[in-house]
């Protein structure tokens, strides 16, 4: 069975029959179904599962059939075509073929063969998709027949798939010699990136959603999770990471709509979003344990707007594509920025600026032992990304043309005395510590009692969801030290040491490895890990202070999140696509060592014990460059005219180097 990667409205499926101790009559029954239900996740079943409204129905040829539905909320039609063809020891026979009806949603495909034992009898299935909103589509069903009776047989479309699949491979593969496990995980996990958002997705509306195409957790919303996979993306097929942005661009009136409703500037993003880009979060929850539904206030975490941002940013260092800021990075970057700077309020006491009711990315937090208010005050990730926000929407100013800058500002409202207000939030943050350089969770959070996560494990084995145990006991999470997954140590992986190094000292607040440290290890001890994402931020972090066991055991079970379900019925629902990006970004970014800074690249490899070496290639400045690590040295090729220089020079143990395209040059760095 293939879904054409070269043409994505295709799909095939061959199955071939061989009769081993049987002649006679076999019935072939083959169909169009439009009554699937959304029912693969248990606890939604309450939920309406029905979402489809009957079009029409017929056949086309003497063995074609064609179905479209229209989704019933958003007035989306589907059509779709199959032609099923009958192959008898590899020659092709024409079987009459009856058409049924089943209800005005289903439409059957049947047909007898007579067959002899030992004969091989191959059926093949070929099925074009097309919706109302494909490009340049009048009527989806029609689109559907044309294409598939153009399509030969299924070997053909087997051939043309496995071509685009080859020139896909060629631009990402990574090879690891020395660890077959994490070679087949890592492209198990591309593999599935690849899916969920592809090459096609420049030209369709599309955000990329936290549990892929496969499962219906969460019921398809985007959240933040193409912060941990946009580096793919932008590395490899950087029309597919700017059509993620675009997605996100065509809902800025939503965003800004909805941060006006709650009395802000700019664009504030929705936590969940969906395909009108307003806010899709549930109100309450249920905890499957107690069987008893709550209060659900993660609608607060206002963080998913400062990762779009943080993703604008990084896909402009990866690619220096201009025009992509020209036409919408700058606008997204800049309404987040002016959202960011309304959230923040100055205290005349402190003369800091605060956030106040808003949450991390610790879910199990959702505010203060007693508050009757949902929110938390000064949750340092996201302060620090509000700072980071304004620095970089302040770049851009330096980076376009100052008439553009004069238009956007004039576009968005945003005059001198704005800009002063983000200069002086990004030197007047308030940043809770304690005093021995643990930043504080939020304002509060080192006076809440804590848990003891040992005893948990012996006694319900599973811990993940520590919210769930502590709230069937008559318990909140919000009166202990526990988090579900990584909110401090965010910091520490998303931004190079001489980023953070640079954040810090602008809030007056100095930044060592000794801190990194002691961040790690107290935080580590109050993590349940209740999301997959949780243990890609403290492998890297655990890999950045040295504790190489630690690490590689935290890399081993992000690959293993998925193939294992390791959290226990989660991967039914669908797959973790954050989790498979990260694992990506582990390699890349951790074990390679490829960070794209603003003045250079730097290669800084530290390959685990198994590794001998890693083989890939990226994309930097539409330059393709080929890239081998081993276990001291380093060797670069950059795709292009002989002599013709790099835009940037590289940077290996800690000497800049120029280089240029055409020729292979050999580093040690040992």
């Known amino acids: 069975m293939i879904v054409h990667m070269g043409n994505p409205h295709l799909g095939a499926i061959q199955y071939t029959i061989t009769p081993e101790n049987y002649s006679g009559f076999i019935?072939?029954?083959?169909?169009?179904?439009?009554?699937?239900?959304?029912?693969?996740?248990?606890?939604?079943?309450?939920?309406?599962?029905?979402?489809?409204?009957?079009?029409?129905?017929?056949?086309?040829?003497?063995?074609?059939?064609?179905?479209?539905?229209v989704t019933n909320q958003s007035k989306i039609e589907?059509?779709?075509?199959?032609?099923?063809?009958?192959?008898?020891?590899?020659?092709?026979?024409?079987?009459?073929?009856?058409?049924?009806?089943?209800?005005?949603?289903?439409v059957i495909q049947e047909f007898k063969v007579n067959v002899k034992e030992k004969e091989q009898h191959t059926v093949e299935k070929i099925v074009a998709v097309y919706t109302s909103q494909d490009n340049k589509i009048e009527d989806p069903k029609v689109s559907a027949v044309e294409a598939v009776s153009k399509c030969k047989d299924f070997n053909s479309c087997l051939k043309t798939h496995q071509k685009a699949w080859e020139n896909i491979w060629d631009k990402c593969d990574i090879c690891i010699e020395g660890d077959h496990f994490s070679q087949r995980i890592i492209r198990f996990h591309m593999f599935h990136l690849l899916q969920t958002a592809s090459i096609h997705n420049k030209n369709?509306?599309?955000?990329?959603?936290?549990?892929?195409?496969?499962?219906?957790?969460?019921?398809?919303?985007?959240?933040?999770?193409?912060?941990?996979?946009?580096?793919?993306?932008?590395l490899h097929f950087p029309e597919t990471a700017e059509a993620l942005l675009k997605y996100r661009f065509k809902r800025l009136p939503q965003a800004r709509a909805y941060a006006k409703e709650h009395g802000y500037k700019g664009s504030m993003f929705p936590w969940q979003s969906g395909s009108s880009g307003v806010e899709e979060t549930q109100i309450i929850h249920l905890n499957p344990l107690s069987g008893k539904w709550g209060?659900?206030?993660?609608?607060?975490?206002?963080?998913?707007?400062?990762?779009?941002?943080?993703?604008?940013?990084?896909?402009?260092?990866?690619?220096?594509?201009?025009?992509?800021?020209?036409r919408y990075g700058a606008e997204l970057l800049l309404s987040i920025a002016q959202f960011g700077s309304s959230l923040v309020k100055y205290d005349n006491k402190d003369g800091l600026y605060h956030t106040k009711g808003i949450m991390g990315p610790?879910?199990?937090?959702?505010?203060?032992?007693?508050?009757?208010?949902?929110?938390?005050?000064?949750?340092?990730?996201?302060?620090?990304?509000?700072?980071?926000?304004?620095?970089?929407?302040?770049?851009?100013?330096?980076?376009?043309?100052?008439?553009?800058?004069?238009?956007?500002?004039?576009?968005?409202?945003?005059?001198?005395?704005?800009?002063?207000?983000?200069?002086?939030?990004?030197?007047?943050?308030?940043f809770v510590s304690h005093e021995e350089g643990v930043i504080s969770q939020f304002d509060g959070y080192f006076k809440l009692k804590e848990v003891d996560l040992v005893k948990y494990q012996k006694k319900y084995n599973d811990i993940h969801r520590m919210d769930r145990i502590l709230k069937s006991e008559g318990k909140s999470p919000d009166e202990y030290k526990v988090a579900k997954?990584?909110?401090?140590?965010?910091?520490?992986?998303?931004?190079?040491?001489?980023?953070?190094?640079?954040?810090?000292?602008?809030?007056?607040?100095?930044?060592?490895?000794?801190?990194?440290?002691?961040?790690?290890?107290?935080?580590?001890?109050?993590?349940?890990?209740?999301?997959?994402?949780?243990k890609v931020v403290h492998c890297n972090v655990a890999r950045l202070i040295g504790e190489e066991e630690e690490?590689?055991?935290?890399?081993?079970?992000?690959?293993?999140?998925?193939?294992?379900?390791?959290?226990?019925?989660?991967?039914?629902?669908?797959?973790?696509?954050?989790?498979?990006?990260?694992?990506?970004?582990?390699?890349?970014?951790?074990?390679?060592?490829?960070?794209?800074?603003?003045?250079?690249?730097?290669?800084?490899?530290?390959?685990?014990?198994k590794w001998s070496h890693v083989q890939l290639k990226f994309k930097c400045m539409n330059k393709w460059i080929h890239l081998t690590v081993t276990k001291n040295s380093i060797d670069i090729f950059i795709e292009g005219k002989e002599g013709e220089e790099m835009g940037l020079p590289f940077k290996i143990k800690k000497n800049l180097i120029k280089l240029q395209c055409g020729k292979k040059e050999s580093f040690s760095y040992k």
Request: charged letters at 25%; proline letters at 2%.
């Open 27 to 69: 019935t072939v029954r083959a169909m169009l179904d439009g009554t699937v239900q959304n029912t693969g996740v248990k606890r939604y079943l309450q939920l309406n599962h029905k979402h489809w409204n009957a079009g029409s129905s017929g056949g086309f040829c003497n063995n074609g059939a064609s179905l479209s539905v």
């Open 78 to 106: 589907v059509g779709l075509a199959g032609i099923i063809k009958l192959f008898v020891n590899e020659k092709e026979e024409k079987p009459i073929i009856s058409l049924k009806q089943k209800g005005k949603k289903c």
């Open 204 to 234: 369709i509306d599309a955000g990329f959603t936290a549990r892929g195409l496969h499962g219906e957790a969460y019921r398809g919303h985007i959240f933040w999770d193409e912060m941990f996979a946009m580096a793919f993306y932008d």
């Open 295 to 326: 209060s659900d206030h993660s609608c607060l975490q206002r963080h998913v707007s400062f990762a779009i941002a943080y993703n604008v940013w990084q896909h402009w260092l990866r690619t220096r594509d201009k025009n992509f800021l020209l």
């Open 362 to 430: 610790d879910e199990f937090h959702e505010k203060l032992p007693g508050s009757h208010k949902a929110g938390l005050t000064d949750n340092a990730y996201s302060n620090l990304m509000i700072v980071r926000t304004l620095l970089k929407a302040k770049s851009l100013f330096d980076i376009l043309p100052k008439k553009k800058i004069d238009e956007f500002q004039k576009k968005l409202g945003i005059g001198q005395k704005e800009l002063n207000r983000w200069d002086d939030i990004t030197k007047n943050m308030a």
């Open 485 to 534: 997954q990584a909110d401090v140590l965010m910091i520490f992986y998303l931004f190079s040491a001489i980023e953070i190094e640079g954040l810090f000292k602008r809030l007056d607040y100095k930044f060592t490895d000794d801190i990194l440290r002691k961040n790690y290890y107290y935080y580590i001890k109050r993590t349940s890990h209740g999301s997959t994402l949780s």
């Open 551 to 609: 690490s590689w055991h935290l890399f081993r079970e992000v690959l293993e999140s998925d193939i294992y379900d390791i959290q226990g019925g989660t991967t039914p629902e669908g797959i973790h696509s954050g989790v498979m990006g990260g694992s990506i970004d582990l390699v890349v970014r951790g074990m390679v060592g490829l960070w794209i800074l603003e003045d250079y690249i730097e290669i800084k490899p530290e390959l685990p014990p």
